[in-house]
T-cell receptor, first 110, second 114 residues
Framework: EDKVVQSPLSLVVHEGDTVTLNCSYE??????LLWYKQEKKAPTFLFML????IEKKSGRLSSILDKKELFSILNITATQTGDSAVYLC??????????FGQGTELSVKP | EAQVTQNPRYLITVTGKKLTVTCSQN?????MSWYRQDPGLGLRQIYY???????DKGDVPEGYKVSRKEKRNFPLILESPSPNQTSLYFC?????????????FGPGTRLTVL
């Protein structure tokens, strides 16, 4: 059965800290891995990764995929209170199906 | 403005009364999808559509139907809603499901079935 597991499930840090969120997966016919941020409303798209070892970067956020070990990490450097949200990882298979992890709830304290 | 719209945003209904949640996008996207989000279970895909007249089951399709008669609309139909379908529902779309394409989510529909 296809599954996506995120860790930790929740995390509390202080402003300025760097955090690493993990996503591991077991999905048949992997096509891509996606990261989203959800702040009490609809998820917003962050990254889509398809190739191992190529880092995607947007401001203080970056992500990388390891297709051999079947995981991805999302890094946030110099965290701010506005980074507080649930971060969702999802894996897309060749047929277009998206399987989501449970999410990591990040809380950044001032 | 590029967007995905859902209606209604909130709905309280009773068991067995058929309902439809509409989803529309104005971006000429091929890929559309429905999810439900429940505490502790995360987002689970109900149905998705790669293009007009092409739909497929996600992880939790039981009790739901969809149709994709035109590119912009992807309604979710609950023929006989039950209390276990009480949830927060999201519609999403993207041009395709491709690394270059951003996926957009609608604002969500909070459904309560009594």
């Amino acid at each position: 059965e296809d599954k996506v597991v995120q860790s930790p499930l929740s995390l509390v840090v202080h402003e300025g800290d760097t955090v690493t969120l993990n996503c591991s997966y077991e999905v048949t016919n992997f096509r891509s891995l996606l990261w989203y941020k959800q702040e009490k409303k609809a998820p917003t798209f962050l990254f889509m990764l398809t190739s191992s070892g190529i880092e995607k970067k947007s401001g203080r956020l970056s992500s990388i995929l390891d297709k051999k070990e079947l995981f991805s990490i999302l890094n946030i450097t110099a965290t701010q209170t506005g980074d507080s949200a649930v971060y969702l990882c999802a894996v897309n298979n060749q047929g277009g199906k998206l399987i989501f992890g449970q999410g990591t709830e990040l809380s950044v304290k001032p | 403005e590029a967007q995905v719209t859902q209606n209604p945003r909130y709905l309280i209904t009773v068991t067995g009364k058929k309902l439809t949640v509409t989803c529309s996008q104005n971006m000429n996207h091929e890929y559309m999808s429905w999810y439900r989000q429940d505490p502790g279970l995360g987002l689970r895909q109900i149905y998705y559509s790669m293009n007009v007249e092409v739909t497929d089951k996600g992880d939790v399709p039981e009790g739901y139907k969809v149709s994709r008669k035109e590119k912009r609309n992807f309604p979710l139909i609950l023929e006989s809603p039950s209390p276990n379908q009480t949830s927060l529902y999201f519609c999403a779309s993207s041009l395709r499901l491709d690394p270059r394409d951003t996926q957009y989510f609608g604002p969500g529909t909070r459904l309560t079935v009594l």
